[in-house]
């Protein structure tokens, strides 16, 4: 089993920045393919962006494309999501999950364990 836990989310204008973080603990983080996911209130969770074990290949949705860049530090255990050009439509509370096939996945049902999520509240 592996613990997440996310930080990073906050309030930012339009336009701005956020980079958010997801530490794991417990097995070994570099097995898993990893993912963050979105829920706004009302909607059902969505996919943003995913990454492989290794980090060699990721796949973001297509809402998300050149704005949101997913990247991985296995030796920190340390899965990141960096959002540029945030737009209001990404408010949302942002979860990391872990996914034991290491194979990158668009659907959440392939993901094994999730983080308590962050926060991201985009003002215009």
């Known amino acids: 089993q592996v613990h997440l836990v996310e930080s990073g989310g906050g309030l930012v204008q339009a336009g701005g920045s956020l980079r958010l973080s997801c530490v794991a603990s417990?097995?070994?983080?570099?097995?898993?393919?990893m993912g963050w996911f979105r829920q706004a209130p009302g909607r059902e969770r969505e996919f943003v962006a995913t990454?492989?074990?290794?980090?060699?290949?990721?796949v973001y949705a297509d809402s998300v494309k050149g704005r949101f860049t997913i990247s991985r530090d296995n030796a920190q255990n340390t899965l990141y999501l960096e959002m540029n050009s945030l737009k209001p439509e990404d408010t949302a509370v942002y979860y990391c999950?872990?996914?034991?096939?290491?194979?990158?996945?668009?659907?959440?049902?392939?993901?094994?364990?999730w983080g308590q999520g962050t926060q991201v509240t985009v003002s215009s």
């Open positions: 999950g872990a996914n034991d096939d290491g194979v990158v996945s668009r659907s959440s049902d392939a993901y094994d364990f």
């Open positions: 417990g097995r070994t983080f570099s097995r898993y393919a």
């Open positions: 990454i492989s074990w290794g980090g060699r290949t990721t």
